[in-house]
């Protein structure tokens, strides 16, 4: 099975930018990685995704332009850069992915596997 470890979060300030990073260990390889997030008294949302080797990725209207996922051909660890941060941006953001196909990536039950999340606080 698959392990997921989130790190990279802080606080920031408006306009700003921040990397978070998700370690992927154990068997086999997901064949995609998404990154979500969920702001207090929100739904959990979709962020971001990627085929992890054909590296097609897709992005919420929210973030796109200015959030960027990605993974270094050969390494096992998933990337989202996310630059000119706005005080939406806020929030718990989880780590997630699949070993087999599990349907559309914006519901979150079509995802086997989840980090335990990393904090983002964006002040404006």
């Known amino acids: 099975q698959v392990q997921l470890v989130e790190s990279g979060g802080g606080s920031v300030q408006a306009g700003g930018s921040l990397t978070l990073s998700c370690e992927v260990s154990?068997?086999?390889?997901?064949?995609?990685v998404g990154w979500f997030r969920q702001a207090p008294g929100k739904e959990r949302e979709g962020v971001a995704s990627?085929?992890?080797?054909?590296?097609?990725?897709l992005y919420a209207d929210s973030v796109n332009g200015r959030f960027s996922i990605s993974r270094a051909n050969g390494h096992k660890s998933v990337y989202l850069q996310m630059d000119n941060l706005k005080p939406e941006d806020s929030g718990m953001y989880y780590c997630?992915?699949?070993?087999?196909?599990?349907?559309?990536?914006?519901?979150?039950?079509?995802?086997?596997?989840w980090g335990q999340g990393t904090q983002v606080s964006i002040s404006s």
């Open positions: 154990g068997d086999p390889y997901p064949y995609r």
């Open positions: 997630a992915a699949d070993t087999v196909y599990g349907g559309v990536w914006t519901a979150l039950t079509s995802w086997q596997y």
């Open positions: 990627m085929h992890t080797r054909r590296h097609e990725t």
